[in-house]
């Protein structure tokens, strides 16, 4: 299953797009904020999938019967990149745990390239719905050797996967190897560079974000 948020005309475009402007981009602040703004929409879609159950409120006048979630999900993120993302999923579900995975790609001389994790810190997802936010899902391979890690570690009942802009070849990719995840993203970029950097895409989001490493 795949959620893509653009196809519905909506505010979310506007934030969308000025994380795509470069001259906007030059605000650290909003390119983190919009990116914050849209984790809470995609927050909010995701939330339409998870179980709910009746209870009773007691107002000042009498009881109301409504349904709430019969759970909070745990929440994901690799570092760097992708903490504004997390942090507007955050502000929606404001009782989640959250895991945090730090990964990179490791490139060799050929152009080719693995992706190294070198530490998770997670609470325990055995029987727990899991969202996975990373900002961008350019070639799938960090996302699904993250979230096989998880996989052989936990039972996770439920696998989201949420970006802000995913490429097709990602979305294929990680369709291929976690057929039981749902993915979530605010747009789909057909392209992408030798150098796996999605077009028209935004650019490095941890950058942008963060200032330029070293």
Known sequence: MVFVLNKTDTIANVFLAQMRNSQVQQDKQRFRHNQEKLGEILAYEISKSLKYKWTEVQTPLGICPLKLPAETPVLGTILRAGLPLHQGFLNFFDDAESAFITACRKVKRSGA??????????????????????????????????????????????????????????????????????????????????KSYIVPGLGDAGDLAFGEKN
Not at 143 to 167: G, N, R
Request: glycine fraction near 4%; charged fraction near 15%; charge should be negative.
């Open 113 to 194: 390239f693995t992706i190294q994790i070198d530490h998770i810190s997670s609470p325990n997802l055995d029987g727990r719905s899991f969202i996975l936010c990373d900002t961008m899902l350019a070639t799938g391979q960090s996302i699904v050797d993250v979230c096989k890690e998880l996989l052989a570690t936990y039972q996770i009942t439920s696998l989201h996967i949420a970006a802000v802009i995913a490429s097709a070849e990602g979305i294929a990719h990680v369709k291929a190897n976690l057929p039981k995840a749902k993915i979530w993203v605010c747009a789909v970029d057909e392209e992408m560079t030798s």
